[in-house]
């Protein structure tokens, strides 16, 4: 099955409004209580609201499979065939003709709750020679069976709970493993875990050899909850350094770096590489930097790119483009800050680029391919509340341009990488897909 889409557009675009920054450095969001949504004001021009580019793209998209439950990632095996992670556990391979196997035996028992779950699965670079793979998991705590709970058992039954009785919970533990893929990719062998604790969305090997493994906020940890509260931490910056949503780095053993930028501090988690994000569920190496770029899922608005370097702080729970969900104040607040309520600070690193109204976007890639030449060098995101394929074109750290593809499909778009033959794979719904020229 395909699909042939061109996305025509009026020759003449409409000229885009670049709003310049004009407050002081540190802008706040509007008061709590307004109505409306919020518009923050970028802190320079361009953060936001790219125009689209000159051109529209035309894609063709072929349904590769439609049989698959839940999929958040993929990677590519030298067979031709891919690997699929299922967000309840399953780890399958995918035939280039569509025919999806049996679970591969041998993955860790894994507990499904909230975001939580089987999350991202990435092949050593040496894998034809020594067939590792890794991944990252959400495993039960001790006695507890693997499956799946209700959402509020991780939401709601923590964050009403006492800050003294959250810090007693075993609700199970983030986990990255790494393990053999048997030669007929039918099992795991030699399952090791190779650091647990607040890191389990995506797996990024660094030019130097080293892993970057992001994580989500641990709400759970410290006196917050799923979307921030109306204070700040400055009075502590460590909170935010070891429960905000993180960046560690890794050597592919397991061990730590003797260059990772926390080693002096001995308050903060000796694995951390960077801090003060949110949720952050895509990330990539630039192809001509080399540095990771990662896109954190912020709160009611505020999802961001961000380009992380060591040491820094990226705002979360202090700082943020976003603003608490109104469906979760009881009192019918609108458009609650989180933290400070600022959008910038001193110290504070600034996303590349933000969405406000939320797309919600998880998985990204950077386009280095020759199918679509005039891609090259543009980032690609999946949008799930957004249901599209965001492209972005870049000019060096810039957005200058921002295109919705793939919207007639009305599929929620929780993956993007890039293939060894130059098309885009995505994970949409229960499919995936794959992306060439029409």
């Known amino acids: 099955m395909h699909f042939d889409l061109r996305l025509d557009r009026p020759a003449a675009l409409a000229a885009a409004l670049l709003l310049i920054c004009t407050a002081p450095a540190s802008p706040a969001l509007a008061q709590s209580g307004s109505a409306g949504p919020i518009e923050p004001t970028p802190a320079f021009a361009g953060q936001t609201d790219a125009p689209p580019p000159a051109e529209a793209s035309a894609v063709r998209v072929d349904v590769i499979t439609d049989a698959l439950t839940s999929p958040w990632a993929v990677a590519f095996l030298p067979d031709g065939s891919f690997l699929v992670t299922e967000r309840a556990g399953t780890l399958r391979t995918v035939s280039p003709d569509g025919s999806v196997s049996q679970p591969i035996a041998g993955v860790p028992p894994v507990k499904v709750v909230a975001a939580q779950g089987f999350h991202d699965v990435v ?106 509260v109306e204070r700040d931490f400055l009075d502590n910056p460590d909170i935010p350094r070891n429960f905000s949503g993180r960046v560690i780095r890794l050597n592919p053993d397991g061990t730590i770096p003797a260059d990772n930028p926390w080693l002096s501090r001995a308050t903060v988690a000796r694995e951390t590489y960077a801090h003060g994000l949110k949720d952050p569920e895509g990330a990539a190496i630039h192809p001509e930097t080399g540095e990771l770029w990662v896109i954190d899922h912020g709160p009611q608005g505020g999802d961001e790119i961000d380009i992380v370097r060591p040491g820094r702080d990226y705002g979360w729970p202090n700082v943020s483009y976003g603003v608490q969900y109104d469906a979760r104040q009881a009192d019918g607040r609108r458009n609650v800050p989180v933290g400070t309520g600022m959008t910038s600070m001193p110290g504070v690193e600034e996303p590349v680029y933000y969405w406000v109204p939320s797309i919600a976007p998880s998985g990204m890639a950077f386009y280095t391919g020759d199918l679509f030449p005039e891609w090259r060098g543009n980032l690609f995101v999946g949008a799930m509340a957004g249901r599209h394929l965001v492209r972005l074109v870049l000019d060096g750290e810039r957005v200058v341009a921002e295109e919705r593809l793939l919207e007639n499909l009305d599929l929620r778009i929780r993956e993007v990488r890039q293939g060894p033959d130059g098309a885009l794979y995505l994970l949409g719904g229960n499919q995936l897909l794959r992306v060439t020229p029409p």
């Not at 986990?175 to 053999?180: L, P, Y």
């Not at 995506?202 to 994580?215: E, M, Q, S």
């Open 123 to 228: 092949l050593d670079p040496g894998f034809e020679q020594n067939r590792l793979v890794y991944f990252t998991y959400f495993a039960p705590p001790k006695g507890e069976a693997a499956g799946e709970w209700p959402v509020e058992h991780f939401y709601e039954e923590v964050w009403e709970k006492p800050f003294h009785e959250r810090r007693v919970m075993d609700l199970g533990t983030e986990r990255v493993g790494r393990a053999r893929l048997s030669e007929d990719n039918t099992r795991l062998e030699d399952v090791e875990v190779l650091i647990e604790g607040r890191v389990e969305r995506r797996i990024v090997f660094a030019p130097d050899g080293t892993l970057f493994v992001t994580g989500a906020d641990a709400f759970r940890f410290y006196d917050s909850d799923l979307d921030g």
